[in-house]
């Protein structure tokens, strides 16, 4: 087998760089940040009869952190995506003779129900490239090596872990086994759609030459099972969705997942490859960033992955990303100095606790309040912030929607799941992520618990 070097990749990359006729980056940048700057003082400045009322309850200084959480920032946030996502332009991949060859990495434990699958995805690939896939079977107690045992490809390799050591070790094993200069994961109960892997692969080399990993775009597989399911069907299509897109036009897409995403093999070996802790693509991704490589994303490199069929176990995931999310400060706090355009976004990250926080212990009681007929802290005030969330996620639908006919897809119709996911979402997830917060502060038992 011949191995596709860094060097070859750089210059593939390179002849993806022409891009005329766009605003540059940094435009783009100074104007998404001028208008949610404006709109944030435009937003206290009417907030201003709101905060007098609830000082005369809690004391000013209570009562502007209250509305700066409840608002301002969210309403900053919001208007800085809007304006981002509207001045994105995909750049087109450039057309690719010969692709480089590929390893997949696939971490399995207790997969056997959709291993299979999974790896008849990968073969329906129409990629022309030589591509390796390794499974680790990391220790699992159900029928997943007999599964795996029945499969012939002439491209897989298993790897049988007698006992299992967490998805971060099963992958660092199976890095140690990587052929090509190319490295992807795939979660063991994912499903590669139509052309989605010469389309990361495509976008890679596309992207400028420090590109260091691309995240794919990870879609609900399982969305018709039921109505925990339905919710996250448009958390996945709508906000994960648009968020990567955002940080991905300002040359730093904050999550590589692991469960489809492309990394440079090279780097992953300089890294020592994921950590060991719950988080370990983010903490990664970091690392990646933190040596100065950028990350990117591809809207339309589609995974299809199983989500969590009960809201207890939805509540575990989000509460994992959470930890997830500190860890990775604990490991490269350092990124909050970096001076390059994705420091905004490390320290949009850090506010989320805050945020949180104010939405958990008042802005909930808030609203229990206001039924009640007492508008102290949710209010007519809080009605503003409709028309320019509508907007956002009109925004949001009509890019995914594009991206979804180009694909030969459909959005199915799911008008109620919206209705919950755009209205009381965050009453389950934003709680769920501040127990996610506390359990890494207070060094809480770390597992896995999604299943």
């Not at 946030?77 to 304006?83: D, K, Q, R, S």
């Not at 090596?145 to 998805?167: C, F, H, M, Q, T």
């Not at 976008?203 to 794919?216: E, I, K, Q």
């Not at 199915?412 to 769920?432: D, S, V």
Request: net charge positive; proline share 4%.
């Amino acid at each position: 087998m011949v191995e596709t070097s860094p060097k070859q990749l750089d210059t593939a990359n390179d002849l993806g760089m022409s891009r005329k006729g766009y605003w540059s980056v940094r435009v783009k940048f100074a104007l998404a940040l001028t208008i949610a700057s404006a709109w944030a003082i435009f937003s206290y400045w009417i907030a201003r009869r709101w905060i007098s009322d609830l000082s005369g309850l809690v004391g000013a200084p209570i009562a502007n952190i209250v509305i700066l959480g409840i608002a301002i920032l969210p309403g900053f946030m919001n208007a800085f995506l809007v304006t981002g996502l509207l001045l994105d332009r995909r750049p087109k991949r450039k057309p690719i003779l010969i692709y480089p060859d590929v390893t997949i990495l696939v971490a399995a434990y207790n997969e056997e129900s959709s291993i299979v699958n999974t790896l008849e995805s990968i073969a329906l690939q129409k990629y022309s490239g030589q591509i390796e896939v390794i499974v680790i079977n990391d220790g699992s107690t159900d029928g997943t090596i007999e599964k795996l045992a029945n499969i012939s490809y002439p491209w897989l390799r298993v790897i049988d872990l007698p006992k299992n050591g967490g998805k971060a070790n099963a992958l660092n094993v199976g890095l140690k086994q990587a052929t090509f200069a190319l490295t992807i994961t795939l979660d063991a109960d994912s499903y590669l759609y139509a052309n989605a892997l010469p389309n990361l692969v495509g976008r890679f080399l596309s992207d400028p030459h420090n590109t260091g990993a691309v995240a794919g775009a990870v879609l609900v597989r399982n969305s018709r099972h039921n109505f925990v399911t339905k919710i996250q069907e448009w958390d996945y299509f709508h906000g994960i969705a648009a968020i990567k897109r955002l940080q991905s036009l300002f040359q730093g897409t904050l999550v590589a997942q692991g469960a489809f995403s492309i990394y440079r093999t090279d780097i992953l070996h300089e890294l020592g490859g994921w950590p060991e802790c719950l988080g370990e693509d983010i903490v990664l991704t970091w690392a990646i960033l933190k040596r100065g490589y950028r990350v990117g994303y591809c809207e339309d490199a589609c995974s299809f992955t199983n989500a969590p069929i009960t809201f207890k176990n939805f509540i575990r995931q989000r509460q994992r990303w959470s930890r997830g999310l500190i860890e990775a400060f604990k490991h490269h706090w350092q990124l909050l100095f970096h001076l390059r355009l994705i420091t905004i976004f490390i320290w949009w990250n850090l506010l989320f606790p805050f945020m949180d926080f104010i939405y958990t212990f008042f802005f909930l009681p808030g609203i229990i309040l206001a039924i009640f007929g007492y508008y102290w802290i949710a209010g007519p005030m809080t009605l503003l912030v409709l028309p320019l969330s509508m907007l956002v996620n009109y925004i949001m639908y009509f890019l995914q929607s594009k991206m979804f006919t180009e694909q030969g897809l459909k959005v199915r119709k799911n008008p109620f799941a919206f209705g919950f996911y755009a209205l009381f979402y965050g009453i389950i997830l934003q709680p769920a992520c501040l127990l996610g917060y506390l359990s890494e502060f207070t060094g809480m038992r770390k597992i896995w618990g999604t299943k």
